[in-house]
């Protein structure tokens, strides 16, 4: 059963970085997809950033280019998701994903991902 842990969230001020990580366990992830993906109050949940593991292809929402790094460490079957320059509007429960094939383009979003994690809340207030 593949499991996946979510952890690095907190409270930051606009303009200040958190590293969220994403620990995943239950199989082998070769061939498979990884992502983050938020979801704020009142609203669906969106797309962040995806990484294929084995090829290392990465996807990033337009709002999140140039300022969110993804990765992955496959050694500990980790995924990681650098975030900088945070605005409040990144203000969401984020959620680590992960799908039984590889994603590209337009086909990373929540009904492609098969199992999912139980989320860290991110907050960007002053």
């Known amino acids: 059963q593949v499991r996946l842990v979510e952890s690095g969230g907190g409270v930051v001020q606009p303009g200040g970085s958190l590293r969220l990580s994403c620990a995943a366990s239950g199989r082998t992830f070769s061939g498979y997809a990884l992502g983050w993906f938020r979801q704020a109050p009142g609203k669906e949940r969106e797309f962040v950033a995806g990484?294929?593991?084995?090829?290392?292809?990465?996807k990033y929402a337009d709002s999140v280019k140039g300022r969110f790094t993804i990765s992955r460490d496959t050694a500990k079957n980790t995924m990681f998701l650098q975030m900088n320059s945070l605005k409040p509007d990144d203000t969401a429960a984020y959620y680590c994903?992960?799908?039984?094939?590889?994603?590209?383009?337009?086909?990373?979003?929540?009904?492609?991902?098969?199992?999912w994690g139980k989320g860290t809340l991110v907050t960007v207030s002053s």
């Open positions: 990484i294929n593991w084995s090829g290392y292809t990465t």
């Open positions: 994903a992960c799908g039984a094939r590889a994603l590209y383009g337009s086909r990373w979003s929540p009904s492609a991902m098969d199992y």
